[in-house]
């Protein structure tokens, strides 16, 4: 592979950081933002990131910018699920003295996170649930040897260790809350506003834990290495 200049400007943030090492590892050179020919900007990116950028060849994570967004990469979000599945594991063992062997274990939503999950959890002898709206995802829910219920078995009385939800929309209010026992562990995974109320969960004192800047918070280089791969990558099929 040609050597390459980039600029990371923003390295402060971990990712980019050990994404220039990667660079760097791989032959390229880090430059300034004058002379480099791609410009890697972080994941979530912001729009006073783009300032003085004009007319470069950006990429950034998560948006709707100028540039090529390698947050809409398959190969990035599929690798990028599996390493928020490792982090949610690391959670739930920070803040359990239970194990996973054995484990009842409920992953709301059949998405990339969802299945990476499942596979994970599968691993460490776990017993799984997944909870999923669509037909589709139940069925290779099953069919990847977990049991499967819908939505509204959800306010049915339930017996789990632990609660890891992918799903970006409520769907543990008051009924579903209460149908959990009271040493459950829920872990959000799921972007903004989530699928569990905070304010009832917390008023209730259920054992919730905030599953955000994952894969950050226990991956950082991998999760670099991820993006450096990701963006030679674009650049080398043609930066779709």
Request: net charge negative; charged share 25%; proline share 4%.
């Given at each position: 592979m040609q050597k390459k200049l980039f600029a990371v400007p923003f390295s402060?943030?971990?990712?980019?950081?050990?994404?220039?090492?990667y660079?760097?590892?791989?032959?390229?050179?880090?430059t300034d933002v004058g002379r480099a020919d791609y410009v890697l900007l972080p994941i979530?990116?912001?729009p006073e990131h783009f300032a003085g950028l004009e007319g470069k060849t950006v990429f950034y994570g998560f948006g709707n910018?100028?540039?090529?967004?390698y947050n809409k990469n398959e190969s990035f979000l599929l690798t990028n699920s599996y390493l928020t599945a490792e982090g949610a594991i690391a959670l739930f063992k920070e803040n359990s003295e239970k194990s996973l062997l054995g484990a009842n274990v409920l992953i709301s939503g059949y998405g990339r996170i969802g299945k990476a999950l499942h596979r994970l959890l599968n691993a460490y002898g776990s017993s799984v649930t997944v909870c999923a709206r669509s037909n589709v995802n139940r069925t290779q829910a099953v069919h990847n040897n977990a049991k499967a219920i819908t939505l509204i078995e959800l306010s049915q009385d339930n017996?789990?260790?632990?609660?890891?939800?992918?799903?970006?929309?409520?769907?543990?209010?008051k009924s579903e809350?209460?149908?959990?026992?009271?040493?459950?562990?829920?872990?959000?995974?799921?972007?903004?506003?989530?699928?569990?109320?905070?304010?009832?969960?917390?008023?209730?004192g259920v054992?919730?834990?905030?599953?955000?800047?994952?894969?950050?918070?226990?991956?950082?280089?991998?999760?670099?290495?991820?993006?450096?791969?990701?963006?030679?990558?674009?650049?080398?099929e043609g930066l779709g």
């Open positions: 402060q943030d971990k990712r980019m950081a050990y994404a220039k090492d660079l760097i590892k791989n032959g390229h050179e880090i979530p990116v912001k910018y100028e540039g090529y967004d017996n789990y260790d632990a609660i890891f939800n992918t799903v970006p929309q409520l769907i543990f209010s809350i209460d149908a959990f026992s009271k040493d459950a562990m829920f872990i959000e995974l799921a972007s903004f506003p989530g699928g569990i109320d905070k304010l009832y969960a917390n008023s209730k054992n919730l834990i905030d599953g955000k800047q994952l894969p950050l918070r226990y991956s950082a280089e991998a999760a670099g290495a991820l993006v450096a791969k990701t963006v030679l990558s674009m650049i080398e």
